[in-house]
């Protein structure tokens, strides 16, 4: 008889329990709604999985993280010596980007691995811009690209200006000759009279400058010597052996290409590792402060159902009493 | 003025300076003694994947690599 009276007065309770139970079920996930009548705990499970998986992302991420540091500290050194290779090339015949000449190449140097921040978008759209700056009634520009992302960007909307793509360039470690032998490649199978190198500086960890440095054809220093300026002072230095100006200027034209390939593809990888480590750094504290909203609202669910067990128990022991 | 006459001849040979300076490097490479010269020469690998593009369509890559697969 007691018992009877009993689960009528559940019955009755239920409506008032069962609301604040569908609630909190919705914020879960939305198939949790079918929980059947009298059952009074809401499953967890959903919660415990996407916490786990959570933080196996997160571990992930701090492994890459440790991964791109180490690499980035043994190619931040090499990074910063090679700067010495393009200096005098500089010095000696300055940085015209501004010069307007008919056929423009752009190489775009860019990364083969993704999950590195913004750092081949930039040089994508530096050299897309170059493209347009460059563009004009007689003059035409070409893109070499140098990695698979900056090419996966490019295929998109500049095809008929791609001649070459290079990839997996660091399956071994970057080298000199490596590098040489793709300068060399380019040289070989695009004509130019100016190739811009577009890549990200590496500055600082957190910082990458996007830049480009301007390679001129033998015939356009030339002309550009004669004209005067910076390149005008070429005259006055003292050529040994019995080559022509023009002799000269090629093999300095190929030799400056290839150092400033070098210096370029080992910037740009350094600002890969650095962009890297400060993506995967970020994803991981992202990471952390998913998995403490996912703890909270799994300790509240669990509280709750505790809290409500134990009015019913309570408000039943009182129904029995009455 | 050995190198004054050589300059046509590789030219010639259809090298670029960047070829031409590359097997000097390799000479001097070879003339190091042991363990320097196989560590100069292991440090110095090339790797890596090229495709021509024509007509916006990328022809098949041909892989240049040193080392054997």
């Known amino acids: 008889m007691a018992m009877a009276v009993a689960r009528r007065e559940s019955r009755r309770l239920m409506p008032l329990v069962n609301p604040s139970v569908s609630i909190r079920s919705n914020l879960i996930s939305p198939n949790q709604e079918q929980v059947g009548l009298g059952v009074r705990s809401i499953s967890t499970q959903i919660v415990r999985?996407?916490?786990?998986?959570?933080?196996?992302?997160?571990?992930?991420?701090?492994?890459?993280k440790m991964v791109a540091a180490s690499k980035l500290r043994a190619i931040q050194v090499r990074a910063e010596n090679s700067r010495g290779l393009w200096q005098p090339f500089t010095a000696l015949l300055g940085d015209t980007p501004s010069v307007a000449v008919k056929k423009n190449v752009i190489v775009t140097v860019?990364?083969?691995?993704?999950?590195?921040?913004?750092?081949?978008?930039?040089?994508?759209?530096?050299?897309?811009?170059?493209?347009?700056?460059?563009?004009?009634?007689?003059?035409?520009?070409?893109?070499?690209?140098?990695?698979?992302?900056?090419?996966?960007?490019?295929?998109?909307?500049?095809?008929?200006?791609?001649?070459?793509?290079?990839?997996?360039?660091?399956?071994?470690?970057?080298?000199?000759?490596?590098?040489?032998?793709?300068?060399?490649?380019?040289?070989?199978?695009?004509?130019?009279?100016?190739?811009?190198?577009?890549?990200?500086?590496?500055?600082s960890v957190v910082s990458f400058l996007p830049t480009t440095a301007t390679v001129l054809s033998p015939e356009i220093v030339e002309r550009e010597s004669e004209a005067g300026g910076k390149i005008g002072d070429l005259d006055s230095y003292e050529i040994e052996g019995g080559e022509t100006k023009s002799e000269v200027l090629q093999n300095l034209t190929e030799f400056q290409f290839s150092c400033v390939m070098f210096n370029a593809v080992l910037e740009n990888a350094c600002s890969e590792q650095g962009a890297r480590m400060s993506a995967m750094d970020s994803s991981s504290r992202n990471a952390g402060d998913m998995l403490d909203k996912l703890?909270?609202?799994?300790?509240?669910?669990?509280?709750?159902?505790?809290?409500?067990?134990?009015?019913?128990?309570?408000?039943?022991?009182?129904?029995l009493e009455g | 003025m050995a190198s004054t006459a050589a300059v046509p001849f590789w030219r010639s040979a259809g090298m670029t300076y960047i070829t031409y300076s590359n097997i000097c490097a390799n000479l001097v490479r070879n003339c190091l003694k042991e363990p320097y010269k196989s560590e100069a020469i292991n440090r110095e690998k090339v790797h890596f994947s090229v495709s021509k593009w024509t007509d916006g369509k990328p022809e098949k890559p041909t892989i240049r690599s040193d080392t054997p697969e």
């Open chain 1, 295 to 319: 703890t909270l609202a799994y300790n509240r669910t669990r509280q709750a159902s505790i809290t409500t067990e134990l009015s019913e128990i309570i408000s039943g022991a009182a129904a």
């Open chain 1, 49 to 64: 999985n996407r916490m786990k998986s959570v933080k196996n992302i997160q571990k992930i991420t701090k492994a890459m």
């Open chain 1, 110 to 203: 860019s990364s083969d691995k993704g999950l590195c921040g913004g750092i081949n978008s930039t040089s994508v759209k530096i050299s897309r811009a170059l493209h347009k700056v460059n563009a004009g009634p007689d003059a035409e520009s070409k893109y070499v690209i140098l990695g698979e992302k900056g090419k996966a960007q490019l295929i998109r909307d500049s095809k008929k200006d791609i001649v070459l793509t290079l990839t997996e360039l660091q399956k071994n470690f970057l080298n000199y000759t490596q590098i040489s032998v793709i300068a060399d490649d380019i040289l070989k199978n695009v004509e130019f009279d100016a190739l811009r190198i577009v890549f990200n500086k590496f500055q």
